[in-house]
């Protein structure tokens, strides 16, 4: 029997990120439409998590570095305590097109991250200081690393995506290697973004997904992956499908799908896939300013060569098995 799931899950919850702890829990985090405060919330089913009492981790500040558009906190755990990743600014405005955000982490060491005080433990500092966010950790052969999309100051666009490895979960620590840059068509509309990276493990293999494109109807998720046998700092080491592989569809009524996370069905036998999108695709100003992109979910399936398949974004209220 298939786990069913209707969307949208939570409402008005951009960038969302589910992480199922061995407490039998779905953590919930994501981007809130006023940009300015990290929520956590969970529950013992993803259904649930839409039901759930949010409980408020961080306040961004009034002035300085934290102060404006907070954006697509992660939350994850590490080594017997709860960190988030999240990205923050000084300024709403843009400078040539580009925010000023910066990725950030807090650590929170009780069992249960809904309670007690979330500690601010600075700065993911980086090769350059310039446009950065969506900061995503992972483990692999005893190595923790980061992956996040950044602007090279020499390169034409908005967002590449970097690997490094990780000191601590708050510190990278030796040579950062871009694996992505826009390159693409879907890639480049409206914007050249590559985004909101998460990871999956699976079938010998180490797989990133991505976001591109503006955030309005064009935006979308790309794939890349790489052998888990292979040096993740090589670039060579990485593919990138040349389609998108989860993308607006009309017929569906849902536009934009993007900014995922995973996660497993509450019996642990299928892989859940969790987005937001849009229920309609005329948006009245900016995009990033129209609070409808809500936090939906369905189940996914592999291919024989290992890599996984999303199908289509599935409609509003229907069961989210990929027929």
Not at 141 to 162: A, C, E, F, T
Not at 254 to 261: A, E, F, I, L, W
Request: glycine content about 8%.
């Amino acid at each position: 029997m298939s786990n069913k799931y209707q969307n949208p899950i939570i409402d008005q919850r951009a960038d969302p990120w589910v992480y199922k702890h061995v407490d039998g829990f779905y953590y919930f985090t994501a981007s809130v439409p006023e940009y300015d405060r990290i929520e956590v919330r969970r529950a013992t089913t993803i259904q649930g998590l839409g039901e759930a009492e949010p409980v408020v981790a961080w306040r961004k500040y009034d002035r300085g570095p934290m102060s404006a558009n907070i954006w697509a906190p992660e939350i994850h755990y590490i080594d017997g305590a709860w960190y988030i990743y999240f990205a923050a600014a000084r300024t709403a405005e843009t400078n040539e097109g580009l925010f000023d955000h910066r990725m950030y982490v807090l650590e929170n060491k009780l069992a249960n991250p809904l309670e007690g005080t979330w500690e601010e433990k600075g700065q993911i500092k980086t090769k350059w200081e310039t446009f950065a966010l969506d900061a995503t950790t992972f483990e692999h052969n005893g190595v923790r690393y980061l992956i996040w999309p950044q602007k090279d100051p020499g390169i034409k666009g908005n967002s590449n995506l970097y690997i490094a490895k990780m000191e601590n979960p708050w510190t990278i620590t030796g040579e950062q290697v871009m694996i992505t840059t826009p390159e693409y068509d879907w890639e480049k509309i409206g914007f050249l973004v590559n985004e909101g990276p998460a990871v999956l493990k699976r079938n010998g293999k180490i797989i990133v997904s991505f976001s591109a494109s503006a955030t309005n109807h064009h935006y979308c998720m790309g794939l890349l992956y790489a052998s888990a046998d292979a040096d993740l700092l090589n670039p060579a080491s990485w593919t990138k499908l040349t389609e998108p592989v989860f993308q607006t569809n009309e017929q569906t009524g849902q536009y934009g799908p993007g900014h995922n996370s995973f996660t497993v069905s509450e019996d642990g036998n299928e892989d859940v896939i969790v987005y937001h999108a849009r229920n309609y695709k005329e948006i009245e100003g900016d995009p990033l300013y129209d609070p409808n992109r809500h936090t939906r979910a369905q189940v996914f399936t592999w291919r024989e060569d290992g890599l996984p398949v999303f199908g289509n974004p599935v409609p509003d209220r229907e069961a989210s098995k990929n027929k």
